[in-house]
């Protein structure tokens, strides 16, 4: 039976939410129920079901930023079901979705997956690498309040080019998050439980000296396996990762279809949210 006859196209709305954790949970990803509801919630998610089974085999998500841009990311393909272009017929759906709504699609890339999303019209621009790091137990950090929330918002609106409040509002609202600000209100790092590791992201800072500043502190006071996705730009801070016992795990390419600020990483992002987020 062809695909087109034993699937059916779908839009995930709540209750599908643990069906896409299950896809990713499967493959070995990072992301968590809260990111699931998030994506469910504040973008749109479309699947694809098998017919009579009803199982939820492949996603793809888009989320909009205001600004002008939207992120595709969770493209996720079961393993029976790889190889038959379901990924890129899902793709379709999301950079449709982002056009309506004049969002310039933009996404990060593994190096399996750049030569099917370069045929769709997406160019490179800056690499980054995922970093990996076991930390021994620390002490309970302070909660953050309203005043570092409105300058985390401002701060990574400066460095990412679009406003994510709505996305760092979720994240700052769930159970375990920290943050660090900086007394100056130049700099701020974030720290969210994963479904694997603690994902450490975005940082961002005034530059390369007091970021490497803000990640030691961050990481003083977290334990555990730790995820952090780091421009390969900021030689510095990669080098002292993998001093400290860090090791590169992967890397990735951001890419985009039109027009949008990626041709070099800005120079007050140090790391970014992860590649569901960006």
């Known amino acids: 039976m062809a695909p087109s006859e034993a699937l059916t196209l779908v839009v995930l709305g709540p209750a ?28 749109r998610v479309f699947g694809l079901r098998e017919q009579e089974a009803n ?12 600004g002008g841009l939207g992120w595709i990311s969770m493209v996720l393909v079961a393993p029976e079901w790889r190889h ?10 999301c950079i449709a979705h982002l ?17 099917a999303y370069a045929r769709l019209g997406f160019e490179a621009g800056f690499a980054l690498a995922r970093w990996e790091g076991v930390l021994a137990a620390a002490p309970p950090a302070p909660g953050t309040g309203l005043a570092d929330a409105i300058t985390i918002a401002r ?15 979720d994240f700052l609202r769930r159970p375990g998050t920290r943050a660090w600000v900086e007394p100056d209100g130049h700099g701020f790092a974030l720290a969210r439980q994963g479904l694997r590791a603690t994902q450490l992201g975005p940082l961002v800072a005034c530059d ?23 421009p390969e730009r900021w030689s510095a801070l ?16 951001r890419m985009a279809l039109g027009a949008a600020p990626i041709a ?10 992860g590649p569901e987020f960006g």
């Not at 954790?21 to 973008?43: C, H, K, P, Y």
């Open 264 to 273: 070099d990483v800005h120079h007050r992002l140090f790391v970014v949210a």
């Open 16 to 43: 599908d939410a643990p069906d896409g954790l299950a896809l990713s949970e499967a493959a070995g990803w990072n992301q968590t129920a809260e990111d699931w509801r998030l994506f469910v919630r504040q973008g």
């Open 208 to 230: 390369e000296a007091s970021a490497l500043s803000l990640l030691q502190r961050a990481l003083a006071d977290l334990r555990g396996s730790v995820f952090l996705d780091v």
């Open 238 to 253: 990669t080098a002292w990762l993998q001093h400290n016992g860090f090791a590169r795990q992967r890397g990735f390419a």
């Open 155 to 169: 701060l990574d609106a400066l460095a990412n080019g679009c406003d994510r409040g709505v996305l760092l509002i």
């Open 55 to 66: 199982r939820l085999v492949a996603t793809a998500a888009a989320l909009p930023y205001a």
């Open 99 to 115: 056009r309506a709504l004049d969002a310039t699609p933009v996404l990060d890339a593994t190096p399996a997956g750049q030569p």
């Open 84 to 93: 038959q272009g379901l990924a890129t017929q899902l793709m379709q759906h």
